[in-house]
């Protein structure tokens, strides 16, 4: 295996031609490593290297350090499927899970392949040769690899910059104005107000963990999000990870939260007032006697329209019966001097305002794309099984559910793609290429209303109507599909190493290749 340390000099753009090895990986997040790994125990005989535009592993745990950043969904699921969370806390502090991965990477020998400060801006790919040339920027060098397969991990939002929109005023404020993506180290809220924008994940997470030490903090939301309080240790964890060995205690829980997560998805989108009620009725245990729950925390969207906000053991809502904290549902007519002021009329005093209000997309990490000359427009592409795009060979995007826990699906992407590597090689193929339906497709590649999706779909892939173009965001229907479903079908054509091969897909027909090695 190619042996490569991140201190290492980097390529020389002078050297007469690039290093090749067979997989590219792009970014050392929970996704990128974990695709390592899998490369590491199912292709063994596969050169790789790990290419992190960053300085450190870990991507988005990495990134974010604003205070009690946290998964939004259990760690039982969020974890490797290969690599057991040995801890019973499910909903884990991003240092942990920082750690987990950076553990991950190397027990696994992954390390020494990643290239850190290495920012792809390039992908070629040339039939001709049937491999891709990637350049990316290294310092002020530039650098190049070649790679027979690339697999974009760096997720689908800028790490450079998060959204925030315009908000009107804000030269006139004399307070400190703040990102969470760019949380500043020394920022202290001891004894200040504070005023945090947003209703989402990170904003419920902010309100009780800057509680305890502001003089008082408000959540600013425009309009509501379902929120719901969970246990932050599963119960079922703790007594079997004592009377079970690791991987078998692991496995159990992780099925039993898959099997709860995936019926809570069903039921909202079959029988959304039923779950609606549930979740109400969960908030008004929690909150205060006569709490105006109309207002605050009820959404005009159906439950999933959005992601829910998950809070551990309900800090969201303790930090709201302590007085510490409350709600203002409302419209921004302007910062003032000292704080902000909604259309209502209602003031809101504060020192600090954290504007959580979302993050900006970012399709197949912000690098250009080219097949044979052409360049690949993303939103004129169709996704295949979720992971790759119509017309171009032998790349797959990394990308998790958004309904469940991220890892679930980026696992099974990544060990779809070493049992497409084996296919190749085995049939002597170059490459595989998707097809777009030939009834056309116009489904959004997301579908869920959030800003940060809606703003950014136009950009994206879009979907088809049917399998293998749809996405149907259901690990059991996925399960099967990358697991054991048949390589060759009819969104696939696979091209021949062959040295006059002219680059003119060649479909393979469903049903020409055995079973037994289809599966493999």
Not at 109 to 130: K, L, Y
Not at 394 to 422: E, F, H, M, P, Q
Not at 488 to 493: L, P, Y
């Amino acid at each position: 295996m190619t042996r490569h340390h991140p201190d290492a000099d980097p390529i020389a753009p002078s050297e007469p031609a690039p290093q090749h090895v067979d997989v590219l990986i792009v970014g050392a997040g929970l996704s990128g490593i974990g695709a390592a790994c899998h490369l590491t125990r199912e292709c063994p005989d596969k050169t790789y290297a790990v290419l992190e535009s960053r300085e450190a592993i870990g991507g988005t745990w990495d990134l974010f350090r604003y205070p009690g950043v946290r998964s939004d969904s259990d760690m039982f699921t969020l974890g490797y499927d290969f690599r057991p969370w040995r801890s019973a806390r499910a909903i884990a502090d991003g240092a942990s899970i920082r750690e987990y991965v950076v553990d991950t990477a190397r027990e696994h020998g992954v390390t020494e392949h990643i290239r850190f400060g290495h920012r792809v801006v390039s992908a070629r790919w040339s039939s001709a040769d049937a491999r891709w040339t990637v350049t990316a920027r290294h310092g002020e060098q530039t650098v190049q690899l070649t790679c027979s397969w690339l697999s974009v991990c760096s997720g689908y939002y800028r790490y450079d910059e998060g959204y925030t929109p315009v908000l009107p005023g804000t030269e006139q404020f004399t307070g400190q104005v703040v990102h969470p993506q760019h949380w500043p180290a020394d920022l202290d809220v001891t004894g200040k107000r504070v005023v945090v924008i947003g209703s989402g994940a990170t904003a419920v997470t902010l309100v009780p963990n800057l509680a305890p030490d502001a003089e008082h903090v408000t959540m600013l939301q425009r309009t509501p999000s379902y929120v719901v309080a969970l246990p932050g240790t599963d119960p079922l964890a703790s007594w079997l990870q004592q009377r079970l060995p690791e991987r078998v205690a692991h496995r159990v829980v992780r099925w039993k939260n898959v099997v709860m997560t995936t019926t809570s998805y069903q039921v909202s989108r079959r029988r959304p007032e039923l779950m609606k009620k549930l979740i109400r009725t969960g908030m008004l245990r929690q909150l205060p006697v006569g709490y105006d729950v109309d207002t605050h925390f009820s959404p005009p969207y159906q439950p999933w329209d959005q992601r829910l906000c998950l809070v551990p053991d309900g800090d969201l809502f303790r930090a709201l019966r302590s007085g510490r904290a409350s709600i203002a549902t409302g419209q921004i007519e302007t910062f003032t001097e000292h704080g902000i002021r909604l259309r209502s009329g209602e003031e809101l005093p504060a020192d600090v305002v954290v504007t959580a209000t979302g993050l900006n997309l970012l399709t197949m990490g912000g690098m250009t794309v080219e097949v044979d000359g052409r360049p690949v427009e993303p939103s004129e592409t169709v996704s295949y099984k979720g992971m790759m795009v119509s017309g171009v060979p032998n790349l797959a995007l990394v990308i998790g559910y958004t309904n469940n826990s991220w890892t679930l699906k980026a696992d099974l992407i990544s060990r779809y793609v070493c049992r497409l590597i084996r296919y190749l090689d085995t049939h002597d193929l170059a490459s595989a290429t998707p097809v777009a339906p030939p009834e056309g497709a116009d489904a959004p590649f997301l579908d869920l209303s959030s800003g940060y999706v809606q703003r950014s779909l136009d950009a994206l892939p879009r979907q088809g109507s049917r399998a293998p173009w749809k996405l149907h965001q259901n690990y059991f229907r996925d399960l099967w599909l990358m697991k054991r479903g048949p390589l060759a079908d009819e969104g696939m054509t696979f091209q021949p190493r062959t040295p006059s091969w002219s680059g003119t897909p060649v479909p393979t027909p469903v049903g020409t290749v055995p079973e037994k090695e289809a599966v493999a």
